[in-house]
């Protein structure tokens, strides 16, 4: 996008602008380590259309084409030429972001759209064969879900996807079926790796928290900044906390905590983990630290966190500024919506979060230059209540 340096009062004029989208081309290459983790928020990534919903209402273009579904059980694209267009966007992205490990958030669970277990790992195979068509075949694989699915699930999950010719996955993977995230948010899924060709292996749990968008089981807006079920995402920081802790075969593993918390760094549901052992990475890394834009306001709701022995792998970490800075009107969801066609098959305007790209190595840590907290921090505004949730 382009970035407004100056202020609206009459000494600033005239307002100058900024191209910010120069530092992002090429820059997650330039994260250091020998392995990555990443995870990232793909926008209700749905190849179940709006279209094929019985009595599923669309938004329309200026033309009246359909393109996004309107509150329906699909929550992504309408129309076969919207979902095209969303998905060269989405993979575009994940193979420029070129990480080992990639947990998701918001993309389809077929099998509580169809109530087809086997049907559960659909649409990610399907994102799986797009990347593959795009970057070359046996690029990308995911982790299959495992025997046992969570409870009463909702129509969005998160999932892993990988590299296999620098990893392998060790075992099943694991969700973390807890009432404390059924019917308000998605069950965490953890799965551990191997390093193909070594014995080295970690952990990796991708979540996707309680959204400040809607009130769940009362627990609203109190005023101290955390905006609606600031109680709610606590206790499901403490749920992941502790079914990690019951899996006794990892206790000792390099552990990352990835995705979508809906939290700001400064909140109970971040503290909660770093109480309980877990570092704050891209806190430590990227002082810019934000991957959320809402009402104006710049924040950090995807964070990545690694227990003692995952902070003595990494190497680097940076957060991928392609789609909180953007305007909405370059989403896949938008397009005809202006005179102008901003459409581009690139990147940009993605999704509505930006990744979050660790890197690491097992030879060890680099230590990081240190951040200057003025510079980033948690959230560009006095409030961090205003964040709603699609």
């Not at 094929?52 to 699909?74: K, Q, S």
Request: net charge negative; with cysteine.
């Amino acid at each position: 996008m382009f970035r407004r340096t100056a202020g609206l009062a009459a000494a600033e004029l005239p307002i100058t602008w900024e191209d910010t989208r120069a530092a992002e081309i090429g820059a997650m290459a330039s994260v250091e380590g020998e392995y990555s983790i990443a995870s990232f928020n793909v926008l209700n990534y749905f190849t179940s259309l709006g279209k094929d919903e019985e009595g599923c209402r669309a938004y329309n273009d200026m033309y009246g084409n359909p393109v996004a579904t309107n509150y329906c059980d699909v929550r992504g694209a309408y129309s076969v030429s919207a979902f095209q267009d969303q998905q060269n966007k989405i993979v575009a992205a994940i193979n420029e972001l070129d990480v080992d490990v990639l947990g998701l958030e918001e993309i389809e669970n077929t099998y509580a759209l169809t109530g087809d277990i086997e049907r559960r790992d659909e649409a990610l195979s399907k994102l799986v064969d797009a990347l593959n068509a795009a970057a070359g075949t046996g690029r990308w694989a995911y982790a299959a879900s495992p025997a046992t699915v969570g409870t009463d699930e909702d129509v969005i999950r998160v999932g892993f996807i990988y590299n296999p010719a620098t990893v392998e996955t060790v075992g099943e993977s694991r969700i973390f079926d807890d009432a404390r995230f059924t019917g308000t948010a998605r069950q965490p899924l953890a799965q551990e790796f191997r390093a193909v060709g070594g014995e080295e292996t970690f952990v990796a749990v991708v979540n996707h928290f309680k959204s400040k968008g809607s009130v769940a089981q009362g627990d609203q807006d109190t005023g101290d900044g955390q905006g609606n079920n600031a109680t709610v995402r606590a206790n499901q920081s403490q749920a992941l906390i502790e079914h990690l802790g019951d899996q006794k075969d990892w206790t000792e593993l390099p552990t990352f905590i990835l995705g979508d918390i809906n939290a700001y760094s400064r909140e109970t549901a971040v503290t909660v983990l770093e109480t309980a052992g877990y570092t704050n990475i891209a806190a430590e890394y990227d002082a810019a630290h934000t991957t959320y834009q809402f009402d104006g306001k710049l924040g950090s709701l995807d964070h990545a966190l690694g227990n003692d022995a995952a902070m003595a792998l990494v190497q680097d970490a940076r957060i991928w500024n392609i789609n909180a800075d953007e305007p909405i009107v370059y989403e896949y969801s938008r397009r005809n919506y202006n005179v102008v066609d901003f459409h581009e098959d690139n990147y940009f305007r993605s999704s509505d979060h930006d990744p979050v790209k660790v890197g690491f190595s097992f030879g060890g840590r680099t230590t990081p230059d240190p951040v200057d907290p003025g510079q980033g921090g948690s959230l560009r505004s006095s409030s961090l209540g205003a964040l709603s949730s699609r």
